[in-house]
Structure formats: structure tokens, C-alpha cells
């Protein structure tokens, strides 16, 4: 049973670029969010989602952040114009549906932006 | 929301000390967990503990909760090198998880 996937696990992308970071969850689980971990500090949280719904994206910011999870295929952080500000590692994890307690984490996707 | 903190920051210890880092929370919990992480790599479980448990035990690992105080306590017994990591405790609740800025553990062999 493969854990969760994230691709590229390292993205350069220069300022006013687009950024797309996947995540795949593990099989049978159908609830995804998505983290982000600054230098030196704890994750924080930014979006929870199922198929095909936003559940709670009160720790995305307001603008250039958006995130889905279509009903087929993996989710996508999608960071439009990006700025130095963002480069951070961005985590994905997943658990079954109603146990939230229960999320497994994908190795991350470190984003540098030059 | 919840949001665990871990005190101290930096712990540099030899191999076979024990380690011992704490963490702190703000409101109520059903559960808390820790995490480890290696450098530049994903985050690792290593073990929860319910609200309703004191103590629990995995392998080299003890975790403590007090949760009149609102404070946990993961023990690493016996130390090895490889437990050099970065170790983060995590409440739930409001569907996510709330994580402190971590403890960073050096072992020296």
C-alpha cells in the first residue's frame, strides 16, 4: 500500500511564475490537506479538502493560493505569481474520511523561488 | 485554534542520554501526537496519546500527558545518532492539526 505521493519533490520556479505541487493520498483515503512548513518553524495549516469539495481553507491566503481535488486524479496546490516569500516546503497529508486525527504525510515538496 | 509549543528548542545530547523535550497547548484535546523529522525530509508518526491516557510507551519512546496543565513530554530513552531529527508535537481539531515549531535534537555518536 503506497503512502502519500508528492511530485516534484523539489520545484524552482522564478518570481511571477506558476507554481503546481500534486499530492496523492493513499489508497481508501478520500480527505487531503495541505501544509506549509517555513525555515525553521512548524507546518501550518492552509487547506482541507475531499473529492471534489473545499472543506476549510481558512489557512490559504487570500490571493495567488488555490487548491482542488477532482474526483479523478491527485490534488493540486496551485500558487499563481509566485513571490521569494513563498519558497517553503509544502506538505500534503491524507486520512480516511472523518478522522482527521489520523493523517499520514507525503515526503513534501520543497519550493525555492528565485 | 490549538497549537502546540515545544520547550526547548535545541537539545544537543551524547548517544545512550536520554532526551526529554515538552510541549504546551492552549484548549482542549482529544488527542495529541508527535512527529519526527530528518532533514529535508516528511514528517513521521510516531505516536498518540488520547486525552483520557497519562502514559504511553513505544519502543525507546515515552509520552506523557497532563492535561490539567495542558503539556506533554516525549522521552527518548538510550539515544542513538540516527535519532538526530527535528521533533514536532501536533493537537487535532477543527479538522486539521495544529503544530508547535519543533524540538531539535542533536545526538552526538
Known amino acids: 500500500n503506497a503512502g502519500v505521493m508528492q511530485n516534484p519533490r523539489h520545484l524552482v520556479r522564478r518570481r511571477g511564475q506558476e507554481a503546481r505541487l500534486r499530492c496523492s493520498p493513499m489508497?481508501?483515503?478520500?480527505?487531503v490537506y495541505w501544509y506549509r512548513q517555513l525555515p525553521e518553524e512548524g507546518l501550518k495549516f492552509m487547506v482541507y479538502?475531499?473529492?471534489?469539495?473545499?472543506?476549510?481553507e481558512s489557512g490559504m491566503p487570500k490571493e495567488r493560493f488555490s487548491a482542488e481535488f477532482p474526483k479523478e486524479g491527485p490534488s493540486i496546490l496551485r500558487i499563481q505569481q509566485v513571490v521569494r516569500g513563498d519558497s517553503a516546503a509544502y506538505f500534503c497529508?491524507?486520512?480516511?474520511?472523518?478522522?482527521?486525527?489520523?493523517?499520514?504525510f507525503g515526503p513534501g515538496t520543497r519550493l525555492t523561488v528565485t | 485554534s490549538q497549537q502546540g509549543e515545544e520547550d526547548p528548542q535545541a537539545l544537543s545530547i551524547q548517544e545512550g542520554e536520554n532526551a526529554t523535550m515538552n510541549c504546551s497547548y492552549k484548549t482542549s484535546i482529544n488527542n495529541l501526537q508527535w512527529y519526527r523529522q530528518n532533514s529535508g525530509r516528511g514528517l513521521v508518526h510516531l505516536i498518540l496519546i488520547r486525552s483520557n491516557e497519562r502514559e504511553k510507551h513505544s519502543g525507546r519512546l515515552r509520552v506523557t500527558l497532563d492535561t490539567s496543565k495542558k503539556s506533554s513530554s516525549l522521552l527518548i530513552t538510550a539515544s542513538r545518532a540516527a535519532d538526530t531529527a527535528s521533533y514536532f508535537c501536533?493537537?487535532?481539531?477543527?479538522?486539521?492539526?495544529?503544530f508547535g515549531k519543533g524540538n531539535q535534537v542533536v545526538v552526538i555518536p
Open positions: 501536533a493537537t487535532e481539531g477543527n479538522n486539521r492539526l495544529a
Open positions: 489508497k481508501g483515503h478520500s480527505h
Open positions: 497529508a491524507s486520512s480516511p474520511p472523518g478522522l482527521a486525527s489520523e493523517q499520514y
Open positions: 479538502l475531499q473529492k471534489e469539495n473545499i472543506i476549510d
